[in-house]
């Protein structure tokens, strides 16, 4: 099913959630509604299940307007946060719950629910209660539940943030396993970019309210819109150095880079923002000169902690590197990865 989101807007009292928003969101695409807590993303996640009722605007599921429809008869899953099981349901009667309401036969009902019960690798947990299962176990159930209605959407609002750092890989994985099985529209709500990244077909990437960009997780790394999006995006976080193009040249921190800079305004305030796999020590001759404040290792990457002129750079560097604290290096650039910003607007140039 395709979503349609037309110029949805959200106002409580003096608070506007959502400004003005509008996105199209195609049939069994898993989509990541991705950004910093406050940007409006459950607001947005309950408008399209129907818990709020927008101020303006408009939502549309294929061609029918949705808008005014009640929550029931939207044909929506929901996975929330915390789960929502019944403590003192088994695990076979949580997920038959729904489809009990609907007053579905008794036969058809544990007949779906051992479909999805089995979906979701839950099926030898049928009789356990909620509090004699892990948190990954209960998550499942509860996908199972929304599921099991055979609804047109699904909503995930932050359904692993519960979970350890270890369970959280392993079910979004099983979340894109499942939501490819079965083929339906699903979007995901995080503020956790490599989650994001790492499931989704697209992703909607929101700030106060305002949606800054809507693409592919690669096009949203590569090609950032404006420099928030480049900011939130990329771990380590982006370098951004301090510069300004004064009497036909490009000033980064002071010293000349020879980066292209046609259509920048002369005089105003810019950030060269690069990524930290795009910097480059002592490889090319350079104006943009620098001192090692130390190195460390994250992980199976070696990165230099860099001082340039008022900024901080890191970089990525080899694990037999001889760098070391107070040694002067240069800095060039790659091609890739690094990008132009007007340091007010947040617009990009290059």
């Not at 309401?101 to 779906?112: N, W």
């Not at 105003?268 to 090319?284: D, F, G, H, M, T």
């Amino acid at each position: 099913m395709k979503i349609t989101i037309e110029n949805l807007t959200k106002q409580f009292d003096n608070h506007l959630a959502v400004n003005n928003f509008s996105a199209q969101i195609e049939s069994g695409q898993l989509v990541s509604l991705l950004g910093p807590s406050g940007c409006g993303k459950s607001t947005m996640l309950n408008m399209l299940s129907g818990i709020l009722t927008p101020s303006q605007g408009k939502i549309w599921f294929d061609e029918d307007d949705v808008t005014d429809v009640a929550a029931e008869k939207r044909g929506v899953g929901l996975v929330f946060q915390n789960y929502a099981l019944y403590p003192h349901m088994t695990v076979l009667e949580n997920i038959c719950f729904p489809l009990e309401i609907q007053r579905v036969p008794k036969a058809e009902r544990i007949a779906r629910a051992k479909e999805m019960a089995q979906l979701v690798h839950v099926e030898d947990l049928l009789d356990r209660l909620p509090k004699q299962m892990s948190g990954g176990q209960q998550q499942r159930v509860a996908i199972a539940r929304a599921l099991v209605k055979k609804p047109r959407l699904l909503l995930l609002d932050e359904p692993l943030s519960n979970l350890d750092a270890r369970l959280r890989i392993e079910m979004r994985e099983e979340i894109r396993r499942i939501q490819q099985s079965i083929g339906i529209t699903t979007i995901f709500v995080t503020h956790d970019q490599e989650e994001a990244m790492s499931i989704s077909d697209a992703i909607i990437l929101m700030k106060q309210g305002v949606l800054q960009q809507m693409d592919k997780p690669q096009e949203l790394y590569d090609q950032p819109k404006n420099c928030f999006v480049a900011d939130f995006l990329g771990n380590p976080t982006i370098n951004k150095l301090n510069a300004v193009y004064e009497g036909g040249r490009l000033l980064v921190e002071g010293m000349p880079c020879d980066i292209e800079t046609s259509s920048v305004p002369a005089s105003a305030p810019l950030y060269l923002s690069c990524r930290v796999e795009s910097v480059l020590i002592n490889q090319k001759p350079s104006s943009i000169k620098g001192t090692i404040i130390d190195t460390y290792v994250i992980g199976k990457e070696n990165i230099a902690n860099i001082q340039v002129g008022n900024s901080r750079v890191r970089a990525y560097i080899d694990s037999d590197s001889a760098l070391r604290p107070t040694e002067e290096v240069t800095l060039s650039f790659k091609n890739k990865g690094v990008f132009l910003f007007d340091a007010n607007s947040g617009e990009r140039y290059i």
